[in-house]
């Protein structure tokens, strides 16, 4: 009863008081005694209360969460850290946001076999429950480009969802259009969504991989996308500069389709969802005294020296002092991601994309840019 009062007076505070004023108070009244009784405003952790539970699809749930006052400024298309100790041992997960609305946002979770995570919120999130987080982070985030299609596979439709769901309340939206594929019907996330902006006019194909006969009947579906039907499914593709988020392989599948097709895969931004396994590797196929990188974006040239040998981008760019942004360091959430423009690397890539944590430099010549 006291927890559940407690709850609807912080989310009364953040909502009628504001951000900054909390941030105020809290910050010039912190006492043991404060912490105690309200330790979500009277914390130097960030947090957020679980404000509703919605469920999307089989083993597909919608978290909407109301963050604490040390809540930063967000981007659609950015992701936060998800934190909660299971069975005594802390456990992080990362899930991409939707816009703020009435002062939270929104995580989509997927169940997944074996997840430690993720079967922790199935089972055990309650509305009303508080939970730690991180401030939002990641660049796959929309670039002012005019023509954008967006194209997606399962979870892997939520950032997609929050960057168009924000450019299709601009005053003058760029052209969109979304490719969304799923298992079958019952598995489409943020359908009644998705169906509402398709009869708005915005040009949205949604496939399915497992079609039962009654959804190849109704007509609602394309086929999957391959090589033979892109140019009929999506016929302006390589005008449009594509934001791609799914599954690996059928983030894999989709770039070999659009380099057969000739696309400028330079135009292509990507967004995981897992870590990449990193092999191990024969030396690189470089003579360290000879081999440089130069970050383009940062004007930087780092001449490499035998104690980087073996090293990943990252470790070397780390080692010599230049400025990269950095993430999990598992090859998933994108934050350190560079164009290949020049050279070759080995490792974790997608498209033209540089994974630098999980890539490997395999010439004596890199170009990499922002």
């Known amino acids: ?47 957020a209360i679980v404000v509703g539970i919605q469920d999307e699809a089989p083993d597909v749930k919608t978290i909407t969460l109301m963050p604490n006052q040390l809540w ?35 995580i989509t979770v997927k169940r997944v076999k074996g997840g430690k995570l993720s079967n922790w919120v199935h089972n055990e999130l309650q509305p009303g429950m508080v939970v730690g987080i991180g401030q939002p982070q990641g660049h796959f985030c929309y670039r002012q480009q005019s023509k954008i299609l967006f194209i997606c596979a399962g979870a892997g439709i939520t950032p997609c969802y929050s960057m168009l769901k924000s450019l299709l309340s601009y005053h003058i939206r760029p052209d969109l259009a979304m490719y969304a594929q ?30 039962t006969p009654e959804d190849k ?31 690996q392989g059928f983030m894999d599948k989709v770039v070999n389709i659009l380099k057969e097709k000739g696309y400028d895969l330079g135009k292509l931004d990507s967004e995981r969802f897992v870590a990449h396994e990193i092999k191990p590797l024969t030396p690189a196929d470089f003579k360290a005294a000879q081999a440089e990188i130069y970050f383009r974006h940062l004007d930087r040239r780092v001449q490499l020296t035998e104690a980087d040998q073996g090293l990943s981008l990252m470790q ?15 090859g998933m959430c994108g934050t350190c991601k560079l164009i290949l423009r020049e050279g070759d690397v080995v490792g974790n890539m997608l498209g033209n994309a540089v994974y630098l944590c999980t890539a490997f430099p395999a010439s004596n010549k890199l170009v990499l840019d922002a």
Not at 223 to 232: A, C, H, K, Q
Not at 321 to 330: A, D, F, L, S
Request: charged share 25%.
């Open 316 to 330: 070397i760019a780390e080692r010599h002092h230049v400025p990269i942004e950095t993430g999990c360091r598992q």
């Open 72 to 106: 930063k400024c967000m981007e659609p298309g950015q992701y936060i850290a998800l934190n909660a100790t299971i069975n005594g041992e802390a456990v992080s997960r990362y899930y991409s946001l939707s816009p703020m609305e009435d002062d939270c946002f929104t």
């Open 182 to 211: 799923f298992g079958s019907a019952q598995d489409v996330i943020f359908k009644d969504t998705l169906q509402r902006w398709r009869s708005e006019g915005l040009n949205l194909v949604k496939a399915l991989s497992r079609p």
């Open 1 to 47: 009863m006291l927890d559940a009062m407690l709850s609807r007076l912080n989310r009364w505070a953040l909502r009628h008081i504001g951000r900054d004023w909390l941030d105020y108070v809290a910050s010039n009244t912190m006492t043991d005694f404060n912490r105690r009784w309200n330790d979500f405003i009277w914390t130097y952790d960030l947090q």
């Open 217 to 247: 009947a109704s007509g609602r579906y394309a086929p999957t996308l391959d090589v033979s039907n892109i140019d009929t499914l999506l016929p302006d593709f390589r005008e449009r500069d594509i934001y791609l988020c799914g599954p």
